[in-house]
Antibody, heavy 121, light 108 residues
Framework: QVQLVESGGGLVKPGGSLRLSCAAS????????MSWIRQAPGKGLEWVSY????????YYADSVKGRFTISRDNAKNSLYLQMNSLRAEDTAVYYC??????????????WGQGTLVTVSS | EIVMTQSPATLSVSPGERATLSCRAS??????LAWYQQKPGQAPRLLIYGASTRATGIPARFSGSGSGTEFTLTISSLQSEDFAVYYCQQYNNWPPRTFGQGTKVEIK
């Protein structure tokens, strides 16, 4: 069955960096686009970033553009999110999600359990 | 950016009753709308995509309707496991892909 397991979250000071990972199994990772989506404590869902199956197409939310970098290693079935210049407002649970369907209109069909990132001094 | 607005914020329903949740888009998203269910401490789960197609394994009591800017998620007879927060998401015009703020379905 499809499994997505995030790791790498933790407590970091404002201005610091963190690298999140998402290990995928149960499907052919290299065939699927992927996204990161976050949820601040007690708040709603916010899409963060997207990467195509080959890694050639990448998008970011304006709130993280220039600070976050999404990448993937298809040989390792893994998705990453490098987060730099972290701010208090980046505090959230970060989910990785598999994208399914039309390339132009993909759907987040499976989500990991999330990893908590806390930005605080 | 397309703004998604859900109503009501909280819906109090008795088990066995029908629940109707609404989602409105600030501009047309055609039928490219999904609904997700999230329980406390869990990841969101895809319920509906294409505005009205149930995802794999989703019970028939969940149904979606609408197109353009107005959408509805109906739960025909609420079960105890259905009390959760529900989010709509448009994937027609992105980036960014945007979510509604959520509707909490609670026990009356």
């Amino acid at each position: 069955q499809v499994q997505l397991v995030e790791s790498g979250g933790g407590l970091v000071k404002p201005g610091g960096s963190l690298r999140l990972s998402c290990a995928a199994s149960g499907f052919t990772f290299s065939d699927y686009y992927m996204s990161w989506i976050r949820q601040a404590p007690g708040k709603g869902l916010e899409w963060v970033s997207y990467i195509s199956s080959s890694g050639s197409t990448i998008y970011y939310a304006d709130s993280v553009k220039g600070r976050f970098t999404i990448s993937r290693d298809n040989a390792k079935n893994s998705l990453y999110l490098q987060m730099n210049s972290l701010r208090a407002e980046d505090t959230a649970v970060y989910y990785c999600a598999r994208e399914w369907g039309d390339t132009a209109m993909p759907i987040d069909d499976y989500w990991g359990q999330g990893t908590l990132v806390t930005v605080s001094s | 950016e397309i703004v998604m607005t859900q109503s009501p914020a909280t819906l109090s329903v008795s088990p066995g009753e029908r629940a109707t949740l609404s989602c409105r888009a600030s501009q047309s998203v055609s039928s490219n709308l999904a609904w997700y269910q999230q329980k406390p401490g869990q990841a969101p789960r895809l319920l509906i995509y294409g505005a009205s197609t149930r995802a794999t394994g989703i019970p028939a009591r969940f149904s979606g309707s609408g197109s353009g800017t107005e959408f509805t998620l109906t739960i025909s007879s609420l079960q105890s496991e259905d009390f959760a927060v529900y989010y709509c998401q448009q994937y027609n015009n992105w980036p960014p892909r945007t979510f509604g703020q959520g509707t909490k379905v609670e026990i009356k």
